[in-house]
């Protein structure tokens, strides 16, 4: 099972990794769009509803595509990679309060303190605490694809969609109220992506029937939330109302599968790529801080008010705040990667040591097992 992750994970051609960077633009982007395009309410109203359904659509691929990648090359519980994983968190999330203290003095209040010591478990950020517990239990998951018939996978796979994806499609409800982007939606991704490999489905699909399968979802995503949109989005906060564009909708998974198959065929390999991809986890919690201290000095959505010129600049504030978290998680690491694996190391061996302690202690009856 270690080679198979091994030997996947080295074969991975660059275009996962360059769909991976485009999801996390898109991150950046969709918490970027309503400060450069806030809700209109003059005569480019219709303008403003047809570019934002649009856009709003396209940018919820970003987590449903991070959620394809994990689910179709799996996860392999590594203890090493999850302490490393949660120090990131933590010192990231406790700069966040520092920043905002210290340097914008904002008000931060004592929960948003204490979700910023112990983020996992408050869940300060839900897709980090969301891909921690689908690491711890991965092992359970896996097990799923490795030791169950066609059949049986199938059932697990399909009573997982049905009732977490294909249920909230078409009700406006979902394991995490109306957003539905949780542990639930991403285990189903799992447990479903897991399938459509084994049994190499996506490899049967032709190029222009996944084109077209493709553009077509994503049209008809835009279409409905269009609809939606212009039914109810007047009684919304932001202006608009997309039900059909969330990570539990059966549109949008079947478009982010599909935009994944896309980039996995690209037969590139660009070592550049894969080296940067290797740092985007980190931009996810960075990026929200970057914004804040780039704002404070630099208004960048008041420069122009041609549309054309906003989203133009919009594209380039987002990568450049990607690059600013690139080079800080590429820092932090050359850092404090070592003095975490030593760290490690150490817990590790006052683990063992209990544990042989009380092995010890139970051959010996002083224990009652």
């Given at each position: 099972?270690?080679?198979?992750?091994?030997?996947?994970?080295?074969?991975?051609?660059?275009?996962?990794?360059?769909?991976?960077?485009?999801?996390?633009?898109?991150?950046?982007?969709?918490?970027?769009?309503?400060?450069?395009?806030?809700?209109?309410?003059?005569?480019?109203?219709?303008?403003?509803?047809?570019?934002?359904?649009?856009?709003?659509?396209?940018?919820?691929?970003?987590?449903?595509?991070?959620?394809?990648?994990?689910?179709?090359?799996?996860?392999?519980?590594?203890?090493?990679?999850?302490?490393?994983?949660?120090?990131?968190?933590?010192?990231?999330?406790?700069?966040?309060?520092?920043?905002?203290?210290?340097?914008?003095?904002?008000?931060?209040?004592?929960?948003?303190?204490?979700?910023?010591?112990?983020?996992?478990?408050?869940?300060?950020?839900?897709?980090?605490?969301?891909?921690?517990?689908?690491?711890?239990?991965?092992?359970?998951?896996?097990?799923?694809?490795?030791?169950?018939?066609?059949?049986?996978?199938?059932?697990?796979?399909?009573?997982?969609?049905?009732?977490?994806?294909?249920?909230?499609?078409?009700?406006?409800?979902?394991?995490?109220?109306?957003?539905?982007?949780?542990?639930?939606?991403?285990?189903?991704?799992?447990?479903?992506?897991?399938?459509?490999?084994?049994?190499?489905?996506?490899?049967?699909?032709?190029?222009?029937?996944?084109?077209?399968?493709?553009?077509?979802?994503?049209?008809?995503?835009?279409?409905?939330?269009?609809?939606?949109?212009?039914?109810?989005?007047?009684?919304?906060?932001?202006?608009?109302?997309?039900?059909?564009?969330?990570?539990?909708?059966?549109?949008?998974?079947?478009?982010?599968?599909?935009?994944?198959?896309?980039?996995?065929?690209?037969?590139?390999?660009?070592?550049f790529i894969r080296n940067i991809s290797g740092f985007v986890f980190a931009v996810y919690f960075l990026e929200s801080t970057i914004e804040k201290i780039i704002s404070n000095y630099v208004n960048l959505t008041e420069i122009s008010e041609n549309s054309y010129i906003k989203f133009i600049i919009m594209i380039l504030y987002s990568m450049i705040v990607f690059v600013i978290g690139v080079l800080i998680e590429f820092i932090r690491k050359k850092v404090?990667?070592?003095?975490?694996?030593?760290?490690?190391?150490?817990?590790?061996?006052?683990?063992?040591?209990?544990?042989?302690?009380?092995?010890?202690?139970?051959?010996?009856?002083?224990?009652?097992?």
């Open positions: 099972m270690k080679n198979k992750y091994k030997n996947e994970e080295s074969n991975r051609k660059s275009g996962v990794e360059i769909f991976r960077v485009f999801c996390m633009l898109l991150v950046i982007q969709s918490h970027l769009f309503l400060s450069f395009f806030p809700r209109e309410k003059s005569q480019n109203v219709l303008f403003w509803i047809i570019f934002s359904c649009f856009f709003v659509s396209l940018t919820g691929l970003n987590n449903p595509g991070f959620m394809c990648i994990s689910g179709y090359y799996g996860i392999k519980r590594n203890s090493k990679k999850l302490f490393h994983f949660l120090c990131m968190i933590w010192l990231y999330s406790v700069c966040d309060v520092i920043v905002n203290r210290l340097l914008l003095h904002s008000e931060t209040n004592l929960e948003y303190i204490f979700k910023s010591c112990f983020p996992i478990s408050t869940g300060k950020y839900w897709y980090a605490t969301a891909y921690f517990l689908l690491a711890l239990l991965s092992p359970a998951f896996n097990l799923i694809s490795n030791k169950t018939d066609k059949k049986q996978h199938f059932d697990i796979a399909f009573f997982s969609l049905f009732l977490f994806i294909l249920i909230p499609s078409f009700i406006y409800w979902g394991p995490n109220s109306e957003y539905s982007v949780n542990f639930v939606v991403m285990m189903c991704y799992y447990v479903v992506l897991q399938f459509i490999k084994k049994y190499e489905y996506l490899d049967r699909i032709k190029k222009q029937t996944l084109y077209f399968g493709t553009i077509i979802s994503f049209l008809l995503m835009v279409g409905l939330n269009m609809v939606t949109t212009f039914l109810a989005g007047a009684g919304m906060p932001f202006g608009y109302f997309m039900p059909f564009q969330r990570s539990c909708c059966i549109i949008m998974m079947v478009f982010s599968v599909g935009m994944f198959e896309i980039f996995k065929r690209l037969n590139v390999k660009v070592q404090f990667y070592n003095i975490e694996t030593k760290v490690f190391n150490e817990i590790k061996k006052i683990l063992s040591r209990l544990l042989k302690f009380r092995e010890d202690n139970v051959e010996e009856g002083k224990i009652i097992t």
